[in-house]
């Protein structure tokens, strides 16, 4: 047996463990050179492929884990083996595949808008973008040779970088059986979920892109992380005020983060949590790690319930998620957004704040200071704001949400600022607002990213 094959028991296992987008993607991608419609038949044949039928259905549906668990892949490895070996599947699923997996749910929306007069009976179906596009098929509207319409459809709801990849397609000369095509991202595990349905059309129309999005959408994928439209991040919220878990919850479901909130967790029960995430696998399929707390403390710890006689380091906290101790995070961007009120006995100094790349910075705490200058490559990739505020805030405010809080709420919530702004522009606007108001908090920002993140896909 070939070692790009599995034998039955392994390939029921990894039927077990493909989420049901993963099977529709594969059904997809295999849907012109099969008729099988169960998905462990196709697996079976997949398997049975001369050429790795099986490295490259996992590999295109991003499930790098099940390649390393089965196959004794690496990513890197299953690239380089598509690259060389005759595909199964085409190019032309390939460039649809790697189209869905950069469309966000409005793009789709405006593309069944344009496009519904084009199909039969589609007006009241729900629609994903590879749904919408085998109805092309279906009507001979769309095939590798004619990518007119699709190509000018995207280029009027103003996405010219997937436009690009279809005149980049077109150019090379792709063909059924034509060259290789590789998506410039790993297509991702997941398909448009939701759905639009409208009673009349228009006729396409070029409107010119001129808008900041429109050239934020054409920059190198090298210059920014990668990030899924429908399953962005996921969001560890550890809240031992309560003042503010219920706003962020609406936000980051909207967001499409997968959401864990903790309440009034003490120092203890903290450091476990956080460390149970860190070690969890499903990090793997997450493109952002986000992780809130809010808390009571002095300038260089939080103590959560435990009172300001115990507390944990807020570098402890920083460690739990470093390259060394999550390697599933590697390369993803980690973002830390501290609420922390100080108790009477610790002064909180204002002085104007603090931006650092190169260690953990904290304005006013001498001791995480002095840690800062101590550069850690194992650091890299994370985002580490830290607003410190007087205790008395919450009695005089009593039940009011953290004003840092709600201006990052704000700030993410509005479409355009997301699509428009990478975090660090969004964090200046964010000191702007905060420091505009007067209102007692120092916040303290440092980071070590390596390239722009927007929090919305490209």
Same mark, same amino acid.
């Given at each position: 047996?070939?070692?790009?094959?599995?034998?039955?028991?392994?390939?029921?296992?990894?039927?077990e463990?493909?989420?049901?987008?993963?099977?529709?993607?594969?059904?997809?991608a295999?849907r012109d050179?099969?008729?099988?419609?169960?998905?462990?038949?196709?697996?079976s044949?997949?398997?049975e492929?001369?050429?790795?039928?099986?490295?490259e259905?996992?590999?295109?549906?991003?499930?790098?884990?099940?390649?390393?668990?089965?196959?004794?892949?690496?990513?890197?490895?299953?690239?380089q083996?598509?690259?060389?070996q005759?595909?199964?599947?085409s190019?032309?699923?390939y460039?649809?595949l790697?189209? %869905?997996?950069?469309?966000?749910? #409005?793009? =789709?929306?405006? @593309?069944?808008?344009? *496009? $519904?007069?084009?199909? !039969?009976?589609?007006?009241?179906?729900?629609?994903?973008?590879?749904?919408?596009?085998?109805?092309?098929?279906k %009507?001979?509207?769309?095939?590798? #040779?004619? =990518?007119?319409? @699709?190509?000018?459809? *995207? $280029?009027?709801?103003? !996405?010219?970088?997937?436009?690009?990849k279809i005149?980049?397609?077109?150019?090379?000369?792709h063909?059924?059986?034509?060259?290789h095509?590789?998506?410039?991202?790993?297509v991702?595990?997941?398909?448009?979920?939701?759905?639009?349905?409208t009673?009349?059309?228009?006729?396409?129309?070029?409107?010119?892109?001129?808008?900041?999005?429109?050239?934020?959408?054409?920059?190198?994928?090298?210059?920014?992380?990668?990030?899924?439209?429908?399953s962005?991040?996921?969001?560890?919220i550890?809240?031992?005020v309560?003042?503010?878990?219920?706003?962020?919850?609406h936000?980051?479901?909207?967001?499409?983060?997968?959401?864990n909130?903790?309440?009034?967790?003490?120092v203890?029960?903290?450091k476990?949590i956080?460390?149970?995430?860190a070690k969890?696998?499903?990090?793997?399929?997450?493109?952002?790690f986000?992780?809130?707390?809010?808390?009571?403390?002095?300038?260089?710890?939080?103590?959560?319930i435990?009172?300001?006689?115990?507390?944990?380091?807020?570098?402890?906290v920083?460690?739990?998620?470093?390259?060394?101790?999550?390697?599933?995070?590697?390369?993803k961007?980690?973002?830390?957004?501290?609420?922390?009120y100080?108790?009477?006995?610790?002064e909180?100094?204002?002085?104007?704040?603090?931006?650092?790349a190169?260690?953990p910075?904290?304005?006013g705490?001498?001791?995480?200071?002095?840690?800062?200058?101590?550069?850690?490559?194992?650091?890299a990739?994370?985002?580490?704001?830290?607003?410190?505020?007087?205790?008395?805030?919450?009695?005089?405010?009593?039940?009011?949400?953290?004003?840092?809080?709600?201006?990052?709420?704000?700030?993410?919530?509005?479409?355009?600022?997301r699509?428009?702004q990478?975090?660090?522009?969004?964090?200046?606007?964010?000191?702007?607002?905060?420091y505009?108001?007067?209102?007692?908090?120092?916040?303290?920002?440092?980071?070590?990213?390596?390239?722009?993140?927007?929090?919305?896909?490209?």
């Amino acid at each position: 047996m070939s070692r790009y094959c599995v034998s039955s028991a392994t390939l029921l296992q990894i039927e077990e463990e493909l989420e049901e987008e993963d099977r529709d993607m594969i059904f997809f991608a295999c849907r012109d050179i099969t008729s099988q419609t169960n998905i462990r038949e196709l697996l079976s044949e997949l398997n049975e492929k001369s050429v790795p039928g099986m490295v490259e259905a996992l590999w295109l549906v991003k499930r790098f884990d099940l390649l390393k668990k089965y196959l004794k892949m690496t990513k890197n490895e299953a690239e380089q083996l598509i690259k060389k070996q005759s595909k199964v599947i085409s190019d032309f699923s390939y460039l649809l595949l790697d189209i %869905n997996g950069h469309l966000e749910e #409005e793009d =789709l929306q405006s @593309l069944v808008f344009l *496009l $519904k007069n084009q199909l !039969r009976n589609a007006g009241h179906v729900k629609k994903t973008f590879l749904s919408l596009v085998t109805d092309l098929e279906k %009507n001979n509207l769309i095939s590798p #040779e004619n =990518l007119d319409l @699709l190509e000018q459809s *995207l $280029k009027t709801i103003h !996405r010219i970088d997937l436009k690009s990849k279809i005149h980049k397609f077109k150019q090379k000369g792709h063909t059924e059986n034509g060259s290789h095509y590789i998506p410039s991202f790993a297509v991702p595990p997941t398909l448009p979920r939701n759905s639009v349905s409208t009673s009349f059309a228009v006729q396409l129309k070029y409107v010119p892109a001129t808008s900041k999005a429109s050239q934020l959408q054409v920059e190198s994928s090298n210059d920014r992380y990668p990030v899924r439209p429908n399953s962005m991040g996921y969001c560890l919220i550890i809240d031992c005020v309560g003042n503010d878990s219920e706003m962020l919850k609406h936000l980051f479901l909207g967001l499409r983060f997968t959401l864990n909130i903790k309440m009034y967790k003490s120092v203890q029960d903290a450091k476990n949590i956080m460390q149970d995430v860190a070690k969890m696998e499903q990090l793997k399929q997450y493109d952002i790690f986000i992780c809130i707390l809010i808390s009571r403390g002095n300038a260089d710890s939080l103590s959560f319930i435990d009172g300001s006689s115990y507390g944990l380091p807020l570098e402890t906290v920083r460690s739990f998620f470093t390259g060394q101790s999550c390697p599933n995070l590697v390369g993803k961007p980690k973002l830390f957004f501290i609420q922390n009120y100080i108790t009477e006995d610790c002064e909180v100094q204002h002085d104007g704040g603090s931006v650092e790349a190169d260690g953990p910075s904290c304005n006013g705490a001498g001791q995480e200071r002095r840690r800062s200058s101590v550069k850690t490559p194992n650091e890299a990739d994370i985002f580490w704001s830290h607003c410190k505020a007087s205790e008395r805030q919450l009695q005089r405010l009593s039940g009011a949400p953290s004003l840092y809080l709600k201006t990052l709420n704000d700030l993410l919530s509005n479409k355009q600022k997301r699509k428009n702004q990478d975090i660090q522009e969004l964090h200046t606007e964010l000191n702007r607002i905060l420091y505009s108001k007067e209102n007692g908090c120092s916040l303290l920002l440092q980071h070590t990213l390596t390239k722009k993140l927007f929090m919305s896909p490209a």
